[in-house]
């Protein structure tokens, strides 16, 4: 098996919302385990995700999971998420881009770049930056 390399986000108690919407935006299939399951109950919600996987149609992995006792994160103040791929791809990609935009914020438009790429940035409603590159021809 090769290896891969998989962003990893942590929720405050909202995780199983936020995977829920991103299998919506990106497809695919969605696997939680909660808290509950493994018998974790001193400081954390039962039905908390300790543990989520999204392995999405075009091969994305994201994994998730909502906090445990004593941490308590900031979702996305230091990170972002990029998806990029070719123009062939571009109708796909600015679907992504809309859905995630609802319910969150544009910070920059999708569009052409002097670089020649179709780019925008956004904040999805539970505080993650993306990043989407839509490849010129």
């Not at 390399?5 to 299939?29: I, S």
């Not at 600015?94 to 995630?100: P, S």
Request: aromatic share 10%; glycine share 14%.
């Amino acid at each position: 098996m090769a290896m891969k390399l998989n962003p990893y986000l942590t929720f405050n108690g909202n995780a199983r919302q936020a995977m829920e919407h991103y299998q919506r935006v990106l497809g695919g299939d969605l696997r939680l385990s909660t808290f509950g399951e493994y018998g974790a109950t001193e400081g954390v919600d039962p039905e908390g995700v300790m543990h989520a996987q999204l392995e999405s149609e075009a091969g994305f992995t994201l994994m998730a999971s909502d906090t445990g006792p004593g941490y308590d994160p900031v979702s996305g103040d230091r990170d972002s998420i990029s998806i990029s791929g070719p123009a062939a791809d571009a109708e796909v990609m600015r679907r992504y881009f809309e859905a995630l935009a609802d319910g969150g914020s544009v910070t920059m438009p999708l569009q052409k770049q002097m670089w020649g790429d179709e780019f925008g940035m956004l904040v999805d409603r539970f505080g993650i930056p993306w990043m989407i590159d839509i490849g010129s021809e």
